[in-house]
């Protein structure tokens, strides 16, 4: 992963105040210019709100300096790239002060107090501004990606915010299209999570019944990732729209919904995977699995097999995974799901499968001494465990 540095890195906060004075000479930008000094030691997500916080302080109030000052940098070509996260974070506060105005006046109202306090959105805020802002969103997001400032259009009005975005389906340009699921998504990596989104995980499906079918891989994977994520909230709600995409399908679809589908099949969910055509696997027969060994150090790999036949009438179709039964820290075991194959199965037909297992130390996971389990999982049920002591340096 690149490093906050190589992402937004002091000379394109540089190039980014160079930018901005060449398009309009009358700023002078002292916040701005000031923030390259300030980012050595910052994360990347505090690099974005100094440079955002920069730019809000350094341009007039209200929306439309904001608007006309970046609608004017569009036209330069080397206005892009990681710069353009703290603009698209800076349009999003401004263009959405307007409906703070309103909340911070309906709860003065509410309790008898004065709608002016500290820290209150500007007076020249207008509620046009909102759907400005958007359109601004749209145009800027080709130059990097305006998802995550879209973020803070549903927070402050989401079923207004979805009106728009909803539009960008049939938009010309796949990274604006893209925009419109990847930023609605409920599970969104790095970005902040809209609470009534995860609360109506339903709410963004035309978004998605309408680019389930898009020309472009690209629109169509975040189409995927959403519906991945709204499986984590409403596994139902998901394999209901996976059904029903596969019963209208593009040649496509039957990837797409394996990819949207994923954690509920790494889990074994019976409605995912027969939705797939993994079916309970009756008449299915599993020998093993059969470890290496009884003992494993950490930076070692453990060898497992196993045999498995189709004792039925019908073919059987196998999602084959295993499960590593890992102990933690206060001595519980927690499963982790590793992919291993899919099988076709005829009637009296068998296989035997082989798999070595890496320990090797990564970054995202600590392992502890202690006994381990391994269990096979075929079409979401087990089948067979076998235990095994895992150790580290100097605990043998």
Do not use: C
Request: glycine letters at 6%; hydrophobic letters at 40%.
């Amino acid at each position: 992963m690149p490093t906050a540095e190589e992402m937004l890195s002091t000379s394109s906060v540089a190039a980014l105040g160079s930018i901005l004075h060449e398009v309009d000479p009358a700023l002078r930008l002292t916040a701005l210019r000031a923030a390259p000094a300030a980012l050595p030691g910052t994360t990347f997500s505090e690099r974005g709100r100094l440079v955002r916080d920069a730019l809000l302080a350094d341009l007039p109030p209200g929306f439309e300096p904001v608007d006309e000052l970046f609608r004017a940098a569009l036209t330069r070509e080397d206005f892009t790239g990681w710069m353009i996260w703290p603009v698209t974070e800076a349009v999003a506060v401004r263009a959405t002060e307007a409906v703070a105005g309103e909340a911070v006046t309906a709860g003065a109202t509410a309790g008898s107090a004065s709608a002016t306090t500290a820290g209150s959105p500007s007076a020249s805020a207008h509620p046009a501004d909102f759907e400005r802002g958007l359109e601004l969103l749209a145009l800027l997001t080709p130059r990097l990606t305006a998802e995550f400032a879209l973020r803070t259009f549903l927070s402050a009005d989401l079923d207004r915010t979805l009106a728009i975005v909803t539009t960008w389906t049939d938009h010309p340009d796949e990274h604006v299209r893209r925009l419109a699921t990847e930023g609605t998504r409920p599970r969104l990596p790095w970005a902040k999570q809209v609470r009534d989104i995860l609360a109506r995980p339903a709410v963004t499906r035309p978004i998605l019944d309408a680019l389930r079918r898009d020309d472009s891989s690209y629109v169509r994977r975040s189409v995927a990732n959403h519906l991945n994520d709204v499986s984590r909230a409403d596994p139902a709600l998901a394999v209901q729209v996976a059904a029903a995409w596969l019963d209208d399908p593009a040649p496509t679809t039957p990837q797409l919904v394996r990819h949207a589908l994923r954690t509920l099949i790494k889990a074994g969910d019976p409605d995912a995977l027969a939705l797939l055509g993994y079916a309970p696997p009756a008449g299915l027969t599993v020998d093993g699995p059969a470890l290496s060994t009884d003992g494993v150090t950490v930076g070692e790999s453990l060898e497992f097999s196993f045999d498995a036949r189709n004792h039925g009438a019908d073919e059987v179709r196998l999602a084959i995974d295993y499960v590593v039964h890992h102990v933690k820290a206060n001595g519980t075991l927690a499963p982790k799901v590793f992919k291993l194959t899919t099988r076709t199965l005829a009637p009296g037909e068998s296989i035997r499968l082989a798999k070595r297992h890496s320990f090797k130390p990564i970054s995202t996971r600590r392992y502890y001494p202690g006994e381990h389990a391994l269990e096979l999982q075929i079409n979401g049920r087990p089948f067979g465990r076998a235990t095994f002591t895992l150790s580290t340096e100097g605990s043998r």
